[in-house]
Structure formats: C-alpha cells, structure tokens
Nanobody, 119 residues
Framework: QVQLVESGGGLVQPGGSLRLSCAASGSNLRTNTMGWYRQAPGKERELVATITRYAMTNYADSVKGRFTISRDNAKNMVYLQMNSLKPEDTAIYYC?????????????WGQGTQVTVSS
C-alpha cells in the first residue's frame, strides 16, 4: 500500500525558515512528478511547487525566490525549503505525488502538515 507522510511543519516567526519533507512508502514504486500544495483556512487548496522526476520545477508566483523544492529519487522523497516566511504562508501543506507501482498508476496525497507563521 502506497503512503505519503509529511514532516517538518510547525510555528515560526515571520522571516524565519522551515523545511518540509515527504516520504513515499510502498513496494516496487516509482515516483514521477511530486509537489506541494497548501490550504489556508477558508481558502481553496493551491499549488505551491512541483518537481518532475528529472528535476524540472514549477513554483507559484507567491513563493518564487523564497521556496525551493527538491527531491531524492533513490529515497522517494520530496522536500520544500521555505525561507523568508510570511504570515500569509500559514496553511496546511500537503505532499502530492504521481506514483506508479506494478498494479496502479495514480495520484496520492499526504495527510498534511501545519505551518504557522506568526510573531
């Protein structure tokens, strides 16, 4: 059974940094595009950043220059380094991955990790 598990959220002051991690687990899996999305209270879930298996990246305009997405294909992990955090970055951050196994090819979501930016 495929699972995505995020870690690294928490409370940080404006201007601070956090690093989120997401691990895909399961048997005989291959991760294609992976990404991070976020959902703030009362708002729809939105894309933060994506990265293809070959490290092509895409960012939301609101995080360009502040966030960096990266991955480790051998470990089936994706990371989000968040710098210069702002209160408006406060949200639940979800990991997303396009995963192929021997029997399925589908999109998976993690359970989410809370990021709160506040003084």
């Amino acid at each position: 059974q495929v699972q995505l598990v995020e870690s690294g959220g928490g409370l940080v002051q404006p201007g601070g940094s956090l690093r989120l991690s997401c691990a895909a687990s399961g048997s005989n899996l291959r991760t294609n595009t992976m990404g991070w999305y976020r959902q703030a209270p009362g708002k729809e879930r939105e894309l933060v950043a994506t990265i293809t298996r070959y490290a092509m990246t895409n960012y939301a305009d609101s995080v360009k220059g502040r966030f960096t997405i990266s991955r480790d294909n051998a470990k089936n992990m994706v990371y989000l380094q968040m710098n210069s955090l702002k209160p408006e970055d406060t949200a639940i951050y979800y990991c997303n991955a396009d995963i192929i196994t021997t029997v399925t090819s589908m999109i998976y979501w993690g359970q989410g990790t809370q990021v709160t930016v506040s003084s």
